[in-house]
């Protein structure tokens, strides 16, 4: 009996210490004041890039920066292309009326069957707008791209990419007098850039997908 009373006492003593013990840890954790810290949030800084009619008006011939990485196939292509144009934007307008993420004038439009009224609102039609016209300069310079691709002109690196990207900025036309004459005939733009420049910029990329057409068909939604 003494037994049971003595183990009952034990029992008794060391649940009142516990119970002593973790109010004294609460009444620590209460008094004492927890350290608040400071986060200060990460600042990006972005820089603005002009673009060709912009840097005409400041008066600078170098370009500011560069395209993020993109891969050498189609998109990287297109996309590059596109900064380089509007920095991608779709609803850009420039100095001299040229439309949209590619830049398009109202006669390419036209020759494309597009109708310029409603084409800033339409992102879809803008991507096939640039794709029928690449199809189309790629037909017409077939023979050249068969021909010059490789070659060395004014110490540039002929390439497909290159051939069709000088296309999209002076027509065609202008590439073709480029590369029979052998750089004796070039053009530049309103806004002063080469074909050579576009010749070398966009040279390199793969754009063996791209079929050449005469007439692309878009389907306009």
């Known amino acids: 009996m003494k037994q049971i009373i003595s183990t009952n006492i034990k029992w ?17 954790l209460d008094t004492h004041t927890i350290e608040l810290v400071d986060i200060k949030p990460v600042t990006h800084h972005f820089q603005y890039v002009p673009i060709q009619d912009e840097l005409k ?10 395209v993020p ?23 850009r307008v420039n100095s001299l009326g040229y ?9 390419t439009l036209k020759d494309l069957n597009i109708n310029p009224k409603g084409f800033l609102k339409n992102p879809l039609l803008q991507e096939k707008a640039f794709l029928a ?22 110490g540039v690196k002929i390439t497909e990419s290159g051939i069709l990207a000088a296309a999209h900025l002076g027509g065609a ?21 080469k074909i050579e420049h576009y010749l070398r910029k966009f040279s390199g990329y793969d754009l063996s997908n ?9 389907d306009v939604e």
Not at 12 to 28: E, K, Q, R, Y
Not at 136 to 151: D, F, P, Q, T
């Open 12 to 28: 008794l003593f060391f649940a009142g210490l516990t119970f002593v013990l973790v109010g004294f840890a609460n009444d620590m």
């Open 57 to 66: 008006q400041s008066n600078q011939k170098k370009e500011i920066a560069k």
């Open 69 to 91: 990485f993109v891969e050498k196939d189609f998109v990287g292509f297109k996309e590059a292309l596109a900064f380089k144009e509007s920095q991608g934007k779709y609803d």
């Open 99 to 107: 439309l949209g993420k590619y830049q398009f004038g109202k006669s």
């Open 133 to 154: 016209n690449l199809e189309k300069n790629k037909w017409i310079l077939r023979k050249e791209i068969k021909k010059y691709s490789g070659k060395w002109i004014n």
């Open 173 to 193: 036309g202008a590439v073709q007098q480029f590369l029979w004459s052998y750089g004796q005939k070039t053009m530049q733009d309103a806004y002063g850039t």
């Open 210 to 218: 791209i079929k050449p057409k005469k007439q692309p068909v878009i």
